[in-house]
């Protein structure tokens, strides 16, 4: 930063002679000057390959440097990309390209002292009042006085940080600065994404700082992996949220990511593991700001290289840059800052539009995050998506276009980047259709990058750059979308997917990669780093919030769907009654109290009643998983728990299932005769327990099933097939004991021992006259009582296990993981 302070700390230091092609500037030491495309940049360069804040020029302690800021396509000395380098005597930089890029013809004046008089004419000099003098040869006209504040921050960008505006170069005066959103920090962050105290720098030496993560929920990064501790260098990046800090001597100097940010794809290959390729060395650059649409034909390989581009399912070759960052590399840190609309929606459609984006906040948020922060930014977003109308509305009483805003408005709860979208247009009319590409248009150019694979080719118009894969996962077309059909001279897109079909062995891309179309669109942005340096195993997503409040959210989610849906709000409470009615229409002879063998229908009433705790308890469950599958993926990827999501299901159906147990009873054994007593209770009450235990051990059991299948068309079939299953395995239709295999089988169905239990209870072997021995899981004791439930429990136990494994499967996959078999 350029103060007062900073303008005499090089008094005798020569003066910098910067040309570009307009113009002359004169540097003095004392600051750091920023050299880009943008028109507040000190040094203003007009070639489009240059990135609006490509380097930087500053006056160290050994003399001047340049220093490239993270720019998309590379600043070059003689050839080669540099990052940083001594200015000792005359030299020619190359800005965006290594041959014909933007020349910065830089020279070091000596001896100090020249700031006025006799100067290089047309020069612009900073460091006292501006003077702009039009050089011989430029036309004065084109000219604009540039205004130099030395009091105002200076826009510095090492080579690894990212290129974007600081918010603040903080110097340091005391052993410990602490760093976080609240307002008694020493730098205070406003980003929701950092926690109210989110980390202290400690000075621990001459020059020497360490810095010590204060138990915050999305944690510090150092070099793009997480830590607790660390101590520090200056080539060290720091990562909190979206902010990104380096040291530089004595100051702490800050970097936003404000949403401007340069995307390079660079040579994406993905292969399956039997080597099938289904993308084939695929890149190009996407500048900031920008809107770029992915079309292809079916198996073109559009949803591959969405998961490639975003880290959720990384490329087998190759890399992507993120404003010059390696985002395999740094997965752990750069996610916050992405997000991904699926092409199914990603929110409860029952819920009204605020009260879901409330719950996504809670859940997305850290926990020391106050809920009057949450409602402010939920409505902010309501407000850039046009929704703020339709706040208390219903999300499946929204049309298809206004939904797919809700969705969007989830992923820019945290103000991400890059925003990636999954054929958010598929089911809509052309209106709407249009409308959802106007919408993204609109974004793009607020302040972030959005990329969008899409089907339709109806309003290709809206987006700023295309491109087209054919089969086989190549590039056959990357550039602006009116230039896409002259490319592969035809009329319409329709047409062109009938010539990739028609001539398949033709080689598109090659054709497009010997045009002079991939030349101007392609080459310039890339470069030739095509690998990570190195690719980690990612950490785990950070939970947001700590696993109580984790549950508490998604309980209080589920009960709210639950109560918005009238219809199986009223299921939920007529199945019982009317199970519970059938169970009573059973005779029952003397009933559960009558002498020994005097009732030979008490088992099948029992039978009955434990079918029914059976399929009401599987019933419950079996869809709830596989019909939210989109959502929880999404809500894995951004930290939530797998099991926290797996016990919130459990608790509430519990509930609801202990509930419809106790009525299924109650109505089942009206005028029944009981027996005075049970083992340690009543016997209804035993009965209760009996049937609540072996419906949630069912509704485990459905959980189970509803993780393991792809779609809830198959639940309906597979419910039919366990509770009838669980019903022959109860042993009141079939006598178990000395039946080879169904009794072997039987071990593993709750319904044996749920019945078990009840059997237990009400004495059914003496109760019912039967040829054989007697049953050991229906002895009239309390041991054998404790045992039946303990092992229906234990299974319960053992699905929930299994459910919650297959859940914990569903996390998004990265590279390095995949490679070492995980």
């Not at 990739?500 to 045009?515: H, I, K, L, Y």
């Amino acid at each position: 930063m350029a103060d007062e302070s900073s303008s005499t700390e090089f008094p005798e230091a020569p003066v910098l002679v910067v040309q570009t092609r307009e113009r002359v500037y004169r540097l003095r030491a004392g600051g750091a000057y920023n050299v880009g495309r943008d028109p507040t940049a000190d040094i203003v360069v007009t070639d489009p390959r240059a990135s609006s804040l490509h380097a930087v020029l500053e006056r160290g302690a050994d003399g001047w440097e340049i220093e490239d800021a993270g720019s998309l396509n590379g600043t070059f000395f003689e050839g080669r990309r540099v990052e940083r380098m001594a200015i000792d005597q005359d030299e020619t930089f190359q800005l965006g390209h290594a041959v014909d890029g933007e020349q910065l013809v830089c020279s070091v004046e000596v001896p100090p002292g020249h700031e006025t008089g006799g100067d290089v004419g047309g020069d612009t000099d900073f460091g006292g009042d501006t003077m702009v003098v039009p050089d011989p040869g430029y036309n004065l006209d084109d000219e604009a006085t540039v205004q130099f504040d030395p009091g105002r921050p200076r826009r510095v960008s090492r080579s690894s940080a990212p290129a974007a505006h600081p918010s603040a170069v903080v110097r340091i005066t005391s052993s410990t600065l602490r760093i976080g959103r609240a307002a008694d920090n020493d730098v205070v962050v406003p980003d929701l994404m950092v926690s109210r105290h989110h980390a202290e720098l400690h000075m621990v030496g001459d020059g020497k700082y360490r810095i010590v993560d204060l138990d915050s929920h999305n944690g510090i990064y150092i070099n793009g992996s997480r830590v607790d501790a660390a101590d520090l260098s200056e080539s060290d990046l720091i990562g909190m949220g979206h902010t990104t800090f380096r040291l530089v001597g004595d100051e702490l100097r800050e970097f936003v990511d404000t949403g401007d940010v340069s995307v390079s794809v660079q040579n994406l290959t993905v292969r399956t593991p039997e080597g099938k390729v289904l993308l084939d060395g695929v890149g190009f650059p996407i500048s900031q700001r920008s809107l770029v649409g992915v079309i292809g034909p079916s198996g073109a390989g559009k949803s591959t290289l969405l998961g490639a581009v975003t880290g959720l399912r990384p490329a087998t070759e190759g890399t992507v840059r993120y404003d010059g960052r390696d985002l395999y590399t740094n997965y752990d840190e750069l996610r916050h800052r992405i997000g991904l609309v699926p092409q199914e929606d990603i929110l409860h459609n029952q819920l009204p539009t605020r009260r879901a984006l409330l719950y996504a906040a809670e859940l997305r948020f850290p926990g020391d995050t106050r809920s009057e922060e949450r409602e402010q930014r939920v409505d902010e977003v309501l407000d850039e998506l046009g929704l703020t109308r339709h706040a208390d509305t219903r999300i499946d009483k929204l049309s298809g276009g206004q939904r797919k805003r809700v969705s969007v408005a989830v992923e820019l709860l945290t103000k991400p980047s890059l925003l990636f979208l999954d054929e958010p247009t598929s089911g809509l009319d052309p209106g709407l259709d249009k409308t959802v590409m106007e919408m993204l248009s609109e974004l793009a150019h607020d302040g972030r990058t959005v990329i969008v694979v899409t089907h339709s080719v109806a309003n290709l118009d809206s987006c700023d750059r295309l491109l087209v894969l054919v089969p086989g996962g190549r590039l056959a077309y990357y550039g602006p979308p009116e230039e896409g059909l002259q490319q592969f001279a035809q009329r319409t897109w329709a047409e062109v997917f009938q010539a990739f079909d028609r001539e398949d062995e033709r080689d598109w891309a090659g054709e497009f990669q010997a045009s002079s179309r991939f030349e101007n669109y392609v080459a310039v942005g890339l470069t030739d780093d095509v690998g990570p340096a190195e690719v980690r195993p990612p950490a785990p997503p950070p939970a947001q919030q700590s696993k109580l409040a984790q549950l508490s959210t998604l309980c209080r989610r589920y009960l709210a769907v639950i109560a918005s849906d009238r219809s199986y709000l009223a299921l939920l409470g007529v199945m019982p009654l009317l199970l519970g009615g059938l169970i009573a229409a059973v005779p029952s002879g003397e009933g559960f109290a009558g002498p020994p063998g005097s009732n030979t229908d008490a088992p099948t009433k029992l039978m009955v009643l434990a079918f029914a705790a059976c399929f009401v308890g599987t019933g419950n469950s079996i869809r709830e998983i596989v019909k939210e599958q989109t959502i929880y993926r999404r809500e894995r990827a951004a930290g939530l728990s797998a099991g926290v999501y797996l016990m919130s299901k459990l608790l509430v159906l519990s509930v609801i299932t202990t509930l419809q147990a106790a009525v299924l009873v109650l109505v089942g054994t009206i005028n029944v005769d009981m027996p005075p007593k049970g083992l340690f209770t009543s016997v209804e009450l035993e009965l209760i327990l009996a049937m609540a235990l072996l419906g949630i051990a069912s509704l485990a059991l459905g959980l189970l099933v509803s993780v393991s299948v792809d779609t809830s068309e198959k639940t309906l079939p597979l419910l039919i097939v366990l509770s009838m299953a669980q019903l022959v395995l109860t042993g009141g239709l079939v006598r178990l004991p000395g039946t080879l295999g169904l009794e072997q089988l039987a071990y593993i169905s709750p319904s044996r021992w749920g019945f078990g239990a009840g059997a237990a209870t009400l004495d059914l072997d003496t109760l019912t006259p039967h040829t054989g021995g007697p049953d050991p899981m229906w002895k009239h004791s309390l041991g054998t009582w404790l045992v039946d439930m303990g092992v229906v429990a234990g299974l319960g136990a053992v699905f929930l296990a299994l459910a919650w494994y297959r859940l914990y499967q569903l996390r998004p996959r990265r590279r390095g993981a995949r490679r070492a078999g995980l």
